[in-house]
């Protein structure tokens, strides 16, 4: 009896559902963990976020999380940030899950940087994904896909596949319902399979080597809270010394620079980028192992090998340039300080400086002109509620969305502005509708006043429209 009692445990507040993993022990990434626990409890991914994860988050930590980005790629949480702990910490609370962390990049937390570790777009191995789907298992996103560091699968040995854009979706736009978001159904044109997109070429034998060294890492570093790379780097520090040249020589053959290299080894809280981790152990002939023990006895004489990268070249930018730039602009009818900004590749503070009243005119612009492009859609979307409750009106029928679709041949669903329009004049109740979906103060009064002209010039409905 007691051990029937230790079947079941404690309800907890989402499904536990458990990280996947491969044969090769590769984890889940923790945002491909997020969609499974939103489909298997039927909401969208932003509804999980919005109605259970935010509210919980605030009253763990006291305070409102950050822009996880849970509806697109997650990046927030898969590092190896304060935020992927306190939300990994959050998920295992709320699904009784235990290891959640193992799915972001944490065991790296006292080794490598946030900057630059995971991707913004989300990519895949096809060959991984079609297998998963024929074999009859579940696919999901391993969190190595994410890693900026790693360009191929280490099983397949192909390109990694970005799946953030459909080829396929942009010459056939399709209906304006969005699929599933899951791993193995594009999120554009719901292939399953991701069969909207070809399979990269073979990846080569070097990217491939940087995948498996990368694999091996986040098997060799435990994730703890008190780990340091204290002992690795005093073990690097001691293997320098047997070295021609010391650290700079290692610095040189792994192209970083010799200060970034030399305050990582003399400062316990500084950290590296993961591309410059793995250089480390490419040019030192360490295995990943060995760089997490801190075991670099094999290390003597000169480094085994170099590793060229092309160094950036450093633009100089002249000021006067900048500000003709700048001025230019505002001979342009709608040119605005993002797009300058973003021709020239600096910073918008760069183009303050450079010209203080022309970049102040240009702004006021920028927003005059985000202003009337708001008006606009507002314009075109209460125009079309309109005449659609006219239509339905006088041809007595039923004012729904169901009917606008059939009326205007077209698909009309509730995230459209004009629909949610369309439901506060149809339901006469604009205001409580207007707060519901966000409407601006100025919308909802051009909404009551249309619903005012509607009542006053439109028939009312009959009694069988109503019922």
Same mark, same amino acid.
């Given at each position: 009896m007691e051990n029937l009692f230790k079947a079941f445990r404690k309800p907890t507040a989402l499904y536990g559902l458990q990280l996947l993993r491969t044969d090769a022990g590769d984890p889940e990434s923790l945002f491909s963990y997020l969609l499974r626990l939103?489909? +298997?409890?039927? #909401?969208? @991914?932003?509804?999980?976020?919005? %109605?259970c994860l935010n509210p919980s988050f605030l009253a763990m930590f006291g305070r409102v999380p950050n822009a996880t980005q849970l509806g697109h790629s997650g990046a927030m949480i898969l590092g190896n940030s304060r935020t992927a702990l306190d939300f990994s910490g959050l998920l295992s609370s709320l699904t009784g899950a235990r290891d959640l962390h193992r799915g972001t990049g944490l065991a790296l937390r006292h080794l490598v940087?946030? /900057?630059?570790?995971?991707?913004?777009? &989300?990519?895949?191995?096809?060959?991984?994904?079609?297998?998963?789907?024929?074999a009859g298992r579940t696919a999901f996103g391993r969190l190595i896909w994410r890693l900026s560091s790693v360009t191929c699968c280490p099983v397949h040995r192909e390109a990694l596949t970005d799946v953030g854009t459909c080829p396929k979706r942009a010459c056939h736009p399709g209906s304006p319902y969005r699929p599933v978001k899951l791993y193995?159904?594009?999120?554009?044109?719901?292939?399953?399979?991701?069969?909207?997109?070809n399979a990269d070429n073979t990846a080569s034998g070097e990217q491939i080597d940087l995948a498996l060294l990368c694999r091996d890492f986040f098997a060799a570093h435990p994730i703890d809270e008190q780990s340091s790379a204290s002992a690795t780097k005093r073990s690097l520090r001691e293997a320098s010394a047997r070295i021609n %040249?010391?650290?700079?020589?290692? +610095?040189?053959? +792994?192209?970083?620079?010799?200060?970034?290299? %030399?305050?990582?080894?003399?400062?316990d809280d500084a950290r590296l980028a993961l591309g410059t981790v793995l250089a480390l152990c490419v040019v030192l002939g360490v295995s990943a192992q060995e760089f997490a023990r801190g075991d670099f006895a094999r290390v003597d004489g000169? @480094? %085994?090998?170099?590793?060229?990268?092309?160094?950036?070249?450093?633009?100089?930018? !002249?000021?006067? *340039?900048? =500000?003709a730039? #700048?001025?230019?602009?505002?001979?342009?009818?709608?040119?605005? #300080? =993002?797009?300058v900004a973003r021709e020239l590749q600096v910073d918008r503070n760069m183009l303050r400086r450079a010209d203080p009243e022309a970049y102040s005119m240009l702004s006021r612009r920028g927003v005059a002109l985000r202003i009337r492009s708001r008006d606009a859609r507002w314009d075109a979307a209460i125009g079309h509620a309109h005449v659609m409750i006219t239509r339905l009106r006088n041809s007595e029928k039923t004012l729904s969305l169901k009917n606008a679709s =059939?009326? *205007?041949?077209?698909?009309?669903?509730?995230?459209?502005?004009?629909? /949610?329009?369309?439901l506060a004049l149809a339901r006469s109740d604009p205001d409580r509708l207007s707060q519901h979906y966000g409407f @601006?103060? &100025?919308?909802?009064?051009? !909404?009551?006043?249309?619903?005012?002209?509607? /009542?006053a010039t439109l028939p009312p409905p009959s009694d069988d429209v109503r019922r």
């Open positions: 939103a489909f +298997a409890h039927r #909401v969208t @991914p932003k509804k999980l976020e919005e %109605g940087g946030t /900057q630059g570790l995971i991707t913004e777009r &989300d990519r895949v191995c096809l060959s991984c994904i079609r297998e998963d789907l024929s193995g159904v594009c999120g554009m044109c719901a292939s399953v399979g991701y069969h909207c997109h %040249g010391g650290y700079a020589a290692i +610095a040189r053959s +792994a192209n970083i620079s010799k200060s970034i290299l %030399g305050r990582w080894l003399n400062h000169q @480094p %085994g090998r170099t590793i060229n990268l092309p160094r950036k070249s450093k633009r100089k930018l !002249v000021t006067a *340039d900048l =500000a730039a #700048v001025r230019d602009a505002l001979n342009s009818e709608r040119k605005i #300080v =993002a797009e =059939a009326e *205007d041949e077209g698909v009309w669903t509730p995230s459209q502005r004009r629909s /949610q329009i369309f @601006p103060l &100025d919308v909802t009064e051009r !909404v009551r006043a249309m619903l005012s002209h509607i /009542q």
